[in-house]
């Protein structure tokens, strides 16, 4: 079965970094494209980043341009989302998802067929 697992959320201070990732199983990962999206408390689930299959194109929220970047290994069935000077606004659950259709909708979370559970990410003030 299709399974995606989050790892390396935690707390940090305003200004910190972290690096979240996604391991994929149960799929030919290279097929996929990937993206971050994360929820806050109270609100709707936001899209943060997304790659292609090959890695070679990006999209980001442009509140986390300049400060976040995601990368895959495929070798490694990995996608990661590198974030460096985070701030009170970043704090969420972070999930990953993986959309088989090659869609250009990537912003949108229904183009997505798989998704993780999720890993917290907390930024103290």
């Known amino acids: 079965q299709v399974q995606l697992v989050e790892s390396g959320g935690g707390l940090v201070q305003a200004g910190g970094s972290l690096r979240l990732s996604c391991a994929a199983s149960?799929?030919?990962?290279?097929?996929?494209?990937l993206g971050w999206f994360r929820q806050a408390p109270g609100k709707e689930r936001e899209f943060v980043a997304a790659?292609?299959?090959?890695?070679?194109?990006?999209d980001y929220l442009d509140s986390v341009k300049g400060r976040f970047t995601i990368s895959r290994d495929n070798a490694k069935n990995t996608v990661y989302l590198q974030m460096n000077s985070l701030k009170p606004e970043d704090t969420a659950v972070y999930y990953c998802a993986a959309d088989r259709t090659f869609s250009t909708r990537v912003t949108n979370r229904r183009t997505y067929d798989y998704w993780g559970q999720g890993t917290q990410v907390t930024v103290s003030s």
């Open positions: 149960g799929l030919t990962f290279s097929n996929y494209q």
């Open positions: 790659i292609s299959r090959s890695g070679d194109s990006t």
